[in-house]
């Protein structure tokens, strides 16, 4: 990670706080305040996580990152390559109340939310909470449910919490949606609607581990499932803390001008049809603010707004069909041509 970035030949600009900038020469990394000074640290999560998936430490650092920007993640890939593993994994890792919902296409909102039973004892109604009252909740193949129950997900989403009946009930705090969904499988499924994927901060995929990680699982696989052995690295409370920090982390009146000419120079790209919203700006800050939590700053570099870049916005922009170019070269372009003012 970079501290500065260079901007129009030898002038720096500084992205820390000015209370913690040094009077001359920056200290070392080892050196640095941490940001996590009297919390966890977060690679505590991450290093438990990757017991179970082995070789796949980016993609555990993304999700641990999106829980951190309370945000909500989308996992994207083929059957097979630890998908819903890695979703129980990061639920299992954090000392919170666990709701896995295998979506299916008769499955129904109130199955979800949860619905008001009539009891006869005292001519009443009493509400049975669904699973989405747990802290984190793993939506299986979100994709074979119809948009009537998928919709039944933004309020929660969105506002952490749910109405039913005209009545209003607060989430638990943390709250975290992770869902799976198979891209290449499309018979008896329903496609995200947009609203629904731009409510989820990230989208990854996992890809196929490298040989000799493949050659660990088997090994550690063999006899037992390491899942079932993974012992919770966090509570809610200390997940709660690094939340908060993460949010007040500084980002320089710079760096959120940079995010505002990437979106804005995603509306104009040919080939495009609806660029990056203001909420996917707000979105990619909190997930730059919770990878500099990561990285152990107090404070957020361009490097963090691009490592995140195509990982928050690259399910986002919607193309009109007349480039044969992927969202995340895009995207790629588009960094190498917009600079920090």
């Not at 002038?11 to 040094?22: E, I």
């Not at 709701?99 to 199955?111: E, G, K, M, Y």
């Not at 997940?239 to 980002?251: E, G």
């Not at 990982?311 to 480039?323: A, D, E, K, P, S």
Request: proline share 7%.
């Amino acid at each position: 990670m970079i501290c500065t970035y260079p901007r129009g030949g030898s002038d720096v600009t500084d992205f820390s706080p000015a209370d913690s900038r040094p009077s001359a020469v920056p200290p070392s990394p080892a050196a640095a305040p941490s940001a996590t000074g009297g919390l966890i640290d977060p690679h505590r999560i991450v290093d438990a996580i990757e017991l179970v998936l082995k070789g796949q430490r980016d993609a555990v650092e993304l999700a641990v990152i999106t829980l951190l920007a309370q945000g909500h993640l989308l996992i994207e890939d083929v059957p097979g390559v630890g998908k819903t593993t890695l979703a129980t994994a990061l639920a299992k890792a954090i000392d919170t109340t666990v709701a896995r919902i295998q979506f299916t296409p008769d499955l129904l909102p109130s199955d979800i939310v949860g619905v008001s039973i009539y009891r006869p004892q005292t001519s009443t109604f009493e509400f049975a909470p669904g699973p989405i009252f747990a802290n984190i909740i793993v939506a299986d193949e979100i994709n074979r449910a119809s948009p009537k129950t998928q919709s039944a997900l933004l309020e929660a989403m969105q506002e952490e919490q749910v109405t039913v009946d005209g009545r209003t009930y607060r989430l638990k705090d943390p709250f975290m949606v992770i869902a799976t969904q198979n891209p290449l499988e499309m018979e008896g499924t329903y496609p995200l609607p947009e609203a629904q994927r731009d409510r989820f901060m990230v989208r990854l995929s996992l890809g196929y581990p490298a040989y000799a990680d493949e050659v660990a699982m088997l090994d550690s696989q063999e006899l037992s499932d390491p899942l079932q052995a993974l012992a919770p690295a966090a509570t809610a409370q200390q997940v709660s803390a690094l939340v908060a920090a993460a949010r007040s982390l500084h980002a320089a009146e710079a760096i959120k001008q940079y995010i505002v000419d990437l979106a804005d120079a995603t509306r104009r790209l040919p080939g495009v049809r609806l660029g990056a919203s203001p909420r996917s700006g707000i979105q990619l800050l909190r997930a730059a603010k919770a990878a500099a939590l990561l990285a152990g700053r107090r404070y957020v570099v361009p490097d963090d707004v691009q490592h995140m870049l195509r990982y928050v916005w690259g399910h986002r922009l919607i193309q009109t069909g007349q480039t044969n170019r992927s969202t995340d070269e895009l995207l790629h372009d588009l960094v190498g041509r917009v600079k920090v003012r």
